[in-house]
């Protein structure tokens, strides 16, 4: 027997429809934090950093920073998300703590100007080159 769910819209859910339900954890609209971690424990946070900057077609855009995995020694690669936009999403233990990041093309030419500060949530920037 399938066990059967209303959504807002009304509609009956049989669990079978992709990427429609079972929500993944952590997007459940039930008004509870389902991230949330035993007494004692930090849980993790999602956030994000966005930089708005056109780079060129072929190039790409690299995080380097000193916190929430970040490293100065090693870039990340950044995930495209719009034509002058990409992103760099983080899930690690950085629940209220600052941390500085730069960005690079293609792990090698740093954004001019001073270390950009970031602290959970989405930080948008828009470097210089």
Not at 55 to 68: E, M, Q, V, W
């Amino acid at each position: 027997m399938k066990s059967t769910s209303k959504l807002d819209t009304g509609k009956e859910k049989t669990g079978k429809e992709e990427g429609v339900w079972p929500l993944p954890r952590g997007e459940i609209s039930s008004g509870k934090d389902t991230n949330a971690s035993p007494a004692g424990k930090s849980k993790k946070t999602s956030a994000s950093v966005v930089a708005n900057v056109d780079i060129g077609f072929g190039n790409y855009l690299y995080i380097r920073g000193d916190g929430c995995g970040l490293s100065w020694d090693r870039g990340i690669q950044m995930d495209p998300v719009a034509g002058d936009s990409w992103q760099w999403r983080y899930d690690y233990d950085c629940t209220g703590k600052c941390f500085e990041f730069k960005v690079l093309v293609n792990d090698e030419v740093w954004s001019a100007g001073e270390n950009f500060v970031a602290i959970g949530g989405k930080n948008e920037v828009s470097p210089k080159f």
